[in-house]
């Protein structure tokens, strides 16, 4: 008794559920995530180390999430629970939605704060702030934000404003239109910011070099975190492990290939993670910045490329634009599962349910920003709140539910539903994915857990 339609809407087409996933996969974790977390453990392995988790890991948990929502077609919190019956194993896996649900509060409450940043930016760069600013002036426009709660504020309300907008009214209708333009132009604004940054053969050589060539020297006696954090950025910046990937394949049609879809989305989502570290680390390095020097780097790198090239207020205007639909697309699939499950289980209307949930993740998002300030003193296991929801979302909320789906799509879903929902027989490449779900996953993120943490 599979369903075949979600009561929350169906996306119009194969192409819209491609574009709706990389609009979720694609966002500031590839711009602004990836460049700071790959420098702050020195580039080149860390850079390979979550490009073979994106592919070993990363890939298989996606196709695990998108054939779960699909079959499910409910919220995660359901959908695991009715699957779970299903295959009369205990409802303790609809721990994975509750999970999740959690991840997304975190995730949402700083992702905002940067959105705000996003928006804030937009705001300087139609003024021409950035016109011939160098490092020096850019590090203080960053701080002066930072260092403000009240604009901080501002932004983040603005920015979960926008949220609430759209999940009030439904991720299927408005969304699709949304992504559809803005993701191919952000695309192609950040292939010219790397052809710019080319103009300058020597900063850009060395930017590939630092990038490319793994130097396990890099990771300077803390491998274990290196090598987490990698994993964690893998699981972020594809979405994964908190049910966004899972919602949106409940709104998938039974016909579309999950395996084809799912290696796209991951293509292009490490693609702009990639582009966007070869637009970044040249200048990086050409002006003596320090790559280790955590969430500002792109804020305060940017700036100094648009003040100097050509035409280079409009080009920042629009750079900014497209970052913020990329943000605003990302946040959007954070929201969902909740206000979903809230629609289902409360029977509240669904702007009832998107507007009651971000009000919350606003009021956490507030202790976020002032830590970045007024809050500086307060800390937990040594980082303010912003830090350390950044850091326990990715390094191991995500991953954790990761892990949790794949053994739940590799031990417990009878194997005919997989071989179904994912290819239709069982093929080689059937017995590739079912391998890395039932083994390799779960070794993987158990080993790194461990070694992480000194047990190993
Ligand atoms: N992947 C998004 C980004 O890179 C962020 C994001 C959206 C996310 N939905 C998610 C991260 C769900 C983890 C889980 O910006």
């Known amino acids: 008794m599979t369903m075949s339609t979600s009561i929350h809407g169906m996306w119009s087409s194969r192409f819209a559920f491609i574009l709706a996933a990389s609009g979720s996969a694609v966002g500031l974790g590839n711009i602004w995530r990836f460049p700071y977390t ?65 991840s997304g509060f975190l995730i949402l409450s700083f992702y905002s704060v940067v959105g705000g940043w996003t928006l804030a930016y937009t705001l300087y760069s139609g003024l021409g702030s950035f016109s011939g600013i160098d490092a020096e002036g850019s590090a203080q426009v960053f701080s002066a934000l930072t260092n403000n709660p009240w604009q901080l504020l501002l932004w983040h309300s603005v920015f979960m404003v926008m949220i609430a907008g759209v999940v009030a009214r439904g991720v299927a209708s408005g969304l699709e239109q949304a992504v559809r333009f803005l993701m191919p132009a952000l695309f192609v604004l950040l292939l010219a910011m790397v052809a710019y940054a080319a103009t300058e053969p020597r900063a850009f050589v060395q930017g590939l070099d630092y990038m490319f060539r793994p130097d396990f020297a890099e990771f300077q006696g803390r491998a274990g975190e290196a090598i987490l954090s990698a994993m964690g950025q893998a699981f972020f910046s594809l979405s994964l492990g908190m049910g966004a990937i899972m919602m949106y394949g409940s709104y998938l049609s039974s016909q579309a290939s999950i395996t084809q879809n799912v290696v796209i989305i991951a293509g292009m989502d490490t693609l702009v993670a990639l582009l966007s570290g070869l637009a970044i680390f040249p200048i990086v390095l050409a002006t003596g910045l320090e790559p280790g020097s955590g969430p500002g780097l792109i804020f305060q790198t940017l700036p100094i490329a648009f003040g100097q090239m050509p035409g280079g207020q409009l080009f920042a205007v629009v750079f900014f634009v497209l970052l913020l639909v990329a943000a605003w697309t990302s946040a959007i699939s954070l ?16 702007p009832v349910a998107a507007i009651t949930g971000a009000v919350l993740i606003w009021l956490l998002g507030i202790a976020c920003l002032l830590s970045l300030n007024v809050w500086s003193d307060v800390t937990l296991f040594g980082k303010g709140f912003f830090d350390l929801f950044d850091y326990l979302t990715s390094n191991v909320l995500l991953p954790v539910g990761g892990v949790l789906i794949a053994i739940f799509s590799g031990w417990v879903l009878s194997r005919h539903i997989s071989v179904a929902e994912l290819i239709g027989r069982d093929t080689l490449g059937y017995r590739i994915w079912r391998f890395l779900i039932r083994y390799i996953s779960p070794l993987c993120v158990t080993i790194v857990f461990l070694n992480a943490i000194g047990l190993i």
């Open 38 to 102: 790959a420098g702050e453990y020195g580039g080149g392995a860390f850079v390979l180390v979550y490009l073979l988790c994106v592919a070993a890991i990363g890939i298989p948990i996606m196709m695990a999430e998108v054939m779960l929502g699909r079959r499910g077609r409910q919220s995660p919190i359901n959908t695991m629970r009715t699957l779970a019956q299903a295959q009369q194993s205990p409802v303790f896996w609809q721990l994975v939605g509750w999970l999740g649900i959690l």
């Open 335 to 350: 929201l969902e599962p909740l206000t979903a499950w809230l629609v289902e289980n409360r029977d509240w209307s669904r």
